[in-house]
């Protein structure tokens, strides 16, 4: 029997798709190829993460068949490639899985009329079920009857479930314990044991043409989220992997793959403990024996253990992001209760931070707009309090209920009053098969609840706008530092910035009256109209990339001179007034007024390389940090110095276009944020 795996992921590029390599390797769909390699010699089994690759392997050998992973990033191309397969090839048996298929019965009969493609499902850990329904399948029985682990329609739409086999994760104890105990594992009696893709050369193919590896190292997540798809029940017991396993599948990977990076899945490293840590000491080591990784991405503990910190602070030097990351989504005690988030305590967040600082560790921090209890003020309180904490960097995120979530059941939906738009995400398009499928994956967001209207959730967009702009960019964390040695809150501008009328300050005016007209566009009632205007963008020859709202607006401002100095001008007057009074009032003025200003690049291709100033601000002493406080900064008079853009920026604005939204958008992604601000000498 042939059967076809695909985790597909959108591989577009100038309005093709070229036969490129995607990001990372298939390993969801590598764990049930390697199940049945040991259970089902066999079958042959391909696996495959290029749509345009799958298509045309279907048609010089259609497959027995199709098993698809569905995500929150590619569930809209999955459903399009499996109508596709099925419209050539009807006998073709499709099968899907992934975080986005959910285990209740009603989310699954609803997954099925989304999806009317798709014959069978397998919920939750698929080498099990996924096992018992190839065997099913090669038998060539007829739907009579519950299969281990799968899920599927009789023919009145009656929903039909066979009991839940959880594989077997080698080396994690509760694993061994049958169902009658707590903790135990609940079995069909399949004993599945989970295999290893790597170690088996299931996923050598993909590490060879460059893939980036991702390992695996531990199941499961103890809590039980209602935004996330990991808040599942029988994905709420941890169960690590052996070690030796571990060891081996990192050095494997790593020795043959062309990317030299790693990311580590588990959702909350540090969990185990010194188990943990003995793998971040094996990474560390392997790249001063061995070179790599050369860059590791993974997700600290939710809650933060003294294991996680030592593994923050141990892989730092190679760590992707290089942040501590607290997430907290909302600091709202009746919004954490009624979505069973649990955060840690104040002063438990106040030593992380010190910790962290104490290190040189950048930390950061996670909010999320939309949950029930939340208003723009709570919302606004809550982002301020972090930052006032001592976070350095907060990112803000509209709700989304991904499918499979708790939130995302109509029972919930329903009971808090959720109103939701959909919105194109970010890189999720592509055409393929030479243009006969378009494809664009969407955000389902939520705009307003029983607690915030629609217009609350344009209030938070331009929060959003302003806190990336302030103080998710390098442009003011100088001046912010500055701030926080005066002892004077930051945060406070951003809100101030939000609910400022800016009929005073036309060209500023103009561009936040773009981005609310961009924000209001971009939200579409239908995930169908997402992708109608993206046919309708590239049937009329328009670009497609540019569609990161607050980067586009973000770079209008900064390229319009008059613009930028109306920004700078505002937060001027709000700090003139906050420090009226104070001693340091006049050094804290003399850095945003005179040397701030020089430090920033108009985004122009004409934009000066030197420019030479004079300020009664001892920049050189403030960068070499030797003063005891900061009114030793302010010289008796004016000192000259000199600005220099990097050669990067430079290079980038060479061929800059202001009027074009992808290059407004481009010149951040392709620019480290220090490069986008003039250095200072003298």
């Known amino acids: 029997m042939r059967i076809y795996l695909a985790d597909l992921y959108h591989v577009y590029q100038a309005g093709r798709n070229p036969d490129t390599n995607p990001y990372t390797v298939p390993l969801g769909v590598a764990f049930l190829s390697s199940t049945l390699k040991i259970h089902e010699p066999g079958f042959e089994v391909r696996l495959f993460r290029d749509p345009n690759r799958l298509l045309a392997a279907v048609r010089s050998s259609p497959p027995d068949v199709m098993g698809f992973t569905f995500s929150s990033w590619n569930s809209d191309l999955t459903d399009r490639i499996s109508r596709a397969i099925k419209a050539e090839a009807p006998r073709v048996v499709t ?18 009329s989304l999806h009317p493609t798709i014959d069978f499902l397998v919920p939750g850990e698929g080498e099990s079920g996924f096992l018992a329904l190839a065997r099913f399948i090669a038998c060539g029985e007829r739907r009579q009857g519950p299969i ?29 314990k049958p169902a009658s105990e707590k903790g135990g594992r609940p079995s069909t009696g399949l004993d599945v044991q989970v295999p290893s893709p790597y170690l088996d050369g299931t996923l050598d193919p993909f590490l060879k043409e460059g893939l980036v590896p991702i390992i695996q190292t531990m199941r499961g997540c103890p809590y039980q989220c209602h935004f996330c798809v990991s808040g599942a029940t029988e994905w709420n017991r941890l169960r690590g992997f052996d070690l030796d396993r571990v060891r081996a599948e990192i050095d494997r990977a790593l020795s043959l793959s062309g990317s030299k990076d790693l990311i580590l899945t588990d959702e909350n490293w540090g969990l185990l403990g010194e188990r943990d840590i003995e793998i971040a000491r094996f990474l560390m080591e392997r790249r001063r024996v061995k070179g790599s990784p050369q860059r590791l991405y993974y997700y600290t503990a939710k809650i933060v253990t003294p294991a996680s910190r030592t593994i923050v602070e141990m892989v730092a030097p190679i760590a992707w992001i290089g942040e ?28 992380n931070i010190q910790w962290a600082r104490e290190r040189g560790i950048q930390t950061s921090s996670e909010m999320i707009y939309g949950f029930p209890h939340e208003t723009p003020e709570t919302f606004f309180d809550g982002v301020e309090r972090l930052l006032e904490e001592g976070i350095d960097k907060v990112s803000i995120y509209p709700l989304q209920l991904f499918p499979g979530i708790d939130l995302a059941a109509r029972s919930a939906r329903t009971g808090f009053g959720l109103e939701t738009r959909f919105r194109l995400a970010d890189g999720g398009f592509g055409v393929y098969d030479e243009g006969r499928i378009v494809s664009a994956e969407s955000e389902e967001v939520v705009v307003a609840n029983r607690w915030s209207d629609l217009d609350g959730y344009f209030r938070v967009r331009r929060y959003s706008f302003f806190q990336m702009a302030v103080l998710g960019r390098e442009y003011f964390a100088e001046f912010s530092r500055l701030l926080g040695e005066a002892g004077v809150a930051m945060a406070p501008i951003i809100r101030h910035l939000a609910g400022t009328d800016f009929a005073p300050y036309p060209a500023l005016a103009g561009i936040m009256a773009e981005h609310r007209r961009e924000a209001e566009r971009e939200l579409k009632a239908t995930r169908e109209g997402v992708c109608q205007e993206l046919q309708d963008r590239i049937s009329r020859g328009q ?11 973000l770079g209008r401002i900064l390229s319009s001179e008059p613009a930028t100095r109306e920004w700078l001008e505002i937060i001027r007057e709000y700090f003139s007034r906050i420090l009226e009074g104070r001693a ?63 050669e990067e920026l430079r290079r980038n604005l060479s061929s800059f276009d202001a009027t074009q939204r992808s290059h407004l958008q481009g010149i951040f992604d392709r620019t480290p944020s220090r490069q986008l601000l003039r250095s200072i000498a003298g």
Do not use: C, H
Not at 329 to 336: A, L
């Open 95 to 112: 099968v899907g899985g992934g975080p986005s298929v959910d285990d209740t019965d009603d989310q699954l009969t609803e997954f099925f």
């Open 148 to 176: 281990p682990g799968v899920a599927y329609l009789e023919t009145g739409g009656r929903l039909v479930r066979g009991g839940y086999d959880r594989p077997i994760v080698p080396g994690a104890p509760q694993d061994q």
């Open 324 to 351: 501590f990351s607290m997430s907290f989504q909302s600091m709202n005690p009746e919004t954490r209760s009624s979505i069973k988030r649990t955060n840690i305590t104040p002063d438990k967040l106040a030593a």
């Open 543 to 553: 670009e497609m990339q540019g569609v990161k709202v607050n980067l586009v607006i």
């Open 584 to 646: 340091d009032r006049e050094v804290i003025l003399s850095y945003l007024t005179e040397v701030l200003p020089n430090r920033i690049v108009i985004l122009q291709p004409g934009a000066k390389d030197r420019v030479r100033f004079s300020s009664r601000f001892d920049y050189s002493r403030w960068s070499s940090k030797e003063y005891r406080k900061i009114s030793e900064l302010l010289l008796p008079r004016p000192r000259d110095f000199e600005a220099v853009a990097s």
